[in-house]
T-cell receptor, first 114, second 114 residues
């Protein structure tokens, strides 16, 4: 069955430290991969996406993610975290066809210490 | 573009009452999604439409839930009768088949059934 796993429910980092949020997927076909961020009381905002090509993709707010097919992973990274990055982060996947139905991870809650 | 617009932002209702949530997708988008988010189950896809036609409603919890999309710029999600366990944040999202497959989310409606 198709699934997305975000192993870390909650992560705390210090401001200025580097960040990596993990995402693993189980999908039979070539996936489209996404990271979304949700600030408290807000909707979900797209951070970045991977469809094809360069496996390292750049997103908004200084985030990047790397697609590793051999590991079925799409981890999100940021070299230096800001206090405003505290939020919930969701990884999602869908197939490369016309079906727009996304499969979602349960999310990782990020706290940032000053 | 104003983005996906949902109304109301907050709704408090008594058990047994009918609740109607509204969504205006981004102009030109031909996919519309209704999601429910709770702490226990995370983000769940309830139903999605393509060109105003329901494609997959397998996520609709039960017959008390119904969704319509009478035209390309408006959709409703109705709960009748409402129950306390329906309390959640309901998100509407839209996407375009002509662009990337990413979904754009509204701010959500926080529903509380007492």
């Amino acid at each position: 069955a198709q699934s997305v796993t975000q192993p870390d429910i909650h992560i705390t980092v210090s401001e200025g430290a580097s960040l990596e949020l993990r995402c693993n997927y189980s999908y039979g076909a070539t996936p489209y991969l996404f990271w979304y961020v949700q600030s408290p009381g807000q909707g979900l905002q797209l951070l970045l996406k991977y469809f094809s090509g360069d496996t390292l993709v750049q997103g908004i707010k200084g985030f990047e993610a790397e697609f590793k097919r051999s590991q079925s992973s799409f981890n999100l990274r940021k070299p230096s975290v800001h206090w405003s990055d505290a939020a919930e982060y969701f990884c999602a996947v869908n197939n490369a066809g016309n079906n727009r139905k996304l499969i979602w991870g349960l999310g990782t809650s990020l706290a940032v210490n000053p | 573009d104003a983005g996906v617009i949902q109304s109301p932002r907050h709704e408090v209702t008594e058990m047994g009452q009918e609740v109607t949530l509204r969504c205006k997708p981004i102009s030109g988008h031909d996919y519309l999604f209704w999601y429910r988010q709770t702490m226990m189950r995370g983000l769940e896809l309830l139903i999605y439409f393509n060109n105003n036609v329901p494609i997959d409603d397998s996520g609709m919890p039960e017959d008390r839930f119904s969704a319509k999309m009478p035209n390309a710029s408006f959709s409703t999600l109705k709960i009748q009768p409402s129950e306390p366990r329906d309390s959640a944040v309901y998100f509407c999202a839209s996407s375009s088949s002509r662009g990337g497959t990413e979904a754009f989310f509204g701010q959500g409606t926080r529903l509380t059934v007492v």
